[in-house]
DNA sequence: CTGAAAGCGCTTACAG
DNA sequence: CTGAAAGCGCTTACAG
């Protein structure tokens, strides 16, 4: 291994002719600059495989020019899930950070945990983008500490008043109303709700607000037996069919708060011999790209993942160039498939195939 | 915005009586801190919400304490995809990380820029993780000067002799071995290879090398027309198939050199009105989490992801530290499900079900 | 348009 | 076990 010495801006410097400062400037296309020293200056960058060191640079100038996305994840004994709705993000966080010259920093952190001081205040970031379904009053308290000390942070949620952050977020509401008025339309008139639909799960809570709205428009009143708990993984959906079920009360629908809640029930339903969609329609949220290839397709809302991975990198670029900034609220999209129709569809579908 | 200067080590070192240095050291738990000292400092550090600046800290010592992950794609037209396979080592590498105290950052690359000054040479990271099936001979040059400069690199894919850089991978020829051997065993004698097998995508080939070993092992001779290049997506996958088709040469089987190819293969057989498995049996490879959920379920290889992202942060960290590493090879396993299965099972399969 | 100089907040020999 | 001092490689007023 040749160790040579790293190159700084000094060797550019006196290749180029020029002092270091002018190095400097140059490499980072101040005006001030002429065009013909820039050159000199970048071809001399070139010729030595230059590249400005990011520790110094951020150091002097207190711009990390690195955002850090974290996760949120209740935590699983398995490492290695991350729940897919978030992962379709990142595509498009990614390449909105890399459009915008930002690095992107990824961690996960669980619930419990002290992430609230590892990234802003070690600089490593200049803003935090945050990701997941968790219980939302726990987050609240620290995110209102951050906001103090002035870290800037986006979330991904339930857009509300009085949100401790700037919030990107589908039309949760909307949504819940138009999944519900869709198996209504079908004929359904007993549709269970899976999904945790209190003030700790303000999506899921949005999403069953929605479909009261749709069931009271139409005249019918709730049963507050076809509602249970459910955290957005297969195995609290399965649970919760087993709990439905349990309870004898009878559902000829089942509107899921979350995809993986919907695949768990079918795979509940599937057990106990019930069929999907004939004997029980069954809708989910988020449109993961599993959604389009379970037996049968699952009927779903979709999220415009990338608009939204955009948007909140937008925000929080804006935040932390104090521009100013709203939360915002994102249209969503209907997906009918197979899960939700009483009558078999004349063609088959193919998989991957809306 | 109440902006209070930073805090820096010195305030730390006023509060508990002690130099400057001597926070550094404790707070980076230096043995040669006494007890007391270090529990004073730290309790003065926890008074004042005091974090170390990591860009300080890391231009001063020349340890990032960060890896970077590089995605490479062939550029998309479609930014949010990622390939599923790589994404779901994502999640062991982000612990993997996190648990030897790392920094993670992520980026995609196209295979045709010029990614290799970013990350080592800047400073940013002390090492990188390549994931992505591409091109192999593009990249090979470009590691070649990497590892020159003396850049700590690892990489997921085709182990073999003269890889430019340490190597995790799968054991894909045996891989490839099983798959047609699975097949055979299931009464097909004319299966088509859906993959790219030549040296630009090296572990397609050894896939396809341990499926021409399997059909002489029965004393089958391949036949080329049986073999149709894609690369690893489902409109790779359905645009091999149609091409097959078309050639109008006889199969009863596919192996796809990747789920999504199979995946694409499956819509495509579907299309032409040919039943998978009954008329034409189907393997894949990876086993990304879809595979499961398709209709028919998908028999394919299954490579230990959550092992390989922890290996790949190990060797990587390795390198680093300067200690003794070495390629390695993982061993993969075979998943039958119904895609490859002639003759129906008994039970229906439930989604998610392996 | 360019240069000389200060300083960002740490770590790390060196000395005791 | 601890401190004083140098210095990592930049950016940024300040001056001309």
Known sequence: MHSKKRITSFDIAELAGVSQATVSRALRGDPSVSEETRQRVESAAATLNY????????LRSKLA?????????DPTPDDSHINP?????LGSITHACARHGYDLLISFQELARDWHADFAESKKADGIILLGYGDYLTHTSR????RERGTRIVSWGAVMPDQ????????NFNGGRSVTGHLLDQGCRHIAFLGDASRHFPEFQERYHGHLQ???TRGIVPDDALQVDAESSQDSGRQATETLLARGVPFDAIFAASDLIAIGAIGALMTHGISVPFEVAVAGYDDIPMASFVNPPLTTVQQDTRRAGEMLVDSLLRLIHNEPVESRMLPMKLMVRRSSLWQDVAHAEQPGED
Chains 1, 2 share one sequence.
């Open 214 to 216: 749709a069931l009271r």
């Open 51 to 58: 590249t400005v060191d990011k520790n110094a640079s951020s």
């Open 143 to 146: 995110l209102e500490k951050l």
């Open 85 to 89: 709705f978030f992962l379709s993000m």
């Open 65 to 73: 020019g690195t955002i850090a996305l974290l996760f949120f994840e």
């Open 164 to 171: 401790p952050c700037i919030t990107i977020g589908c039309d």
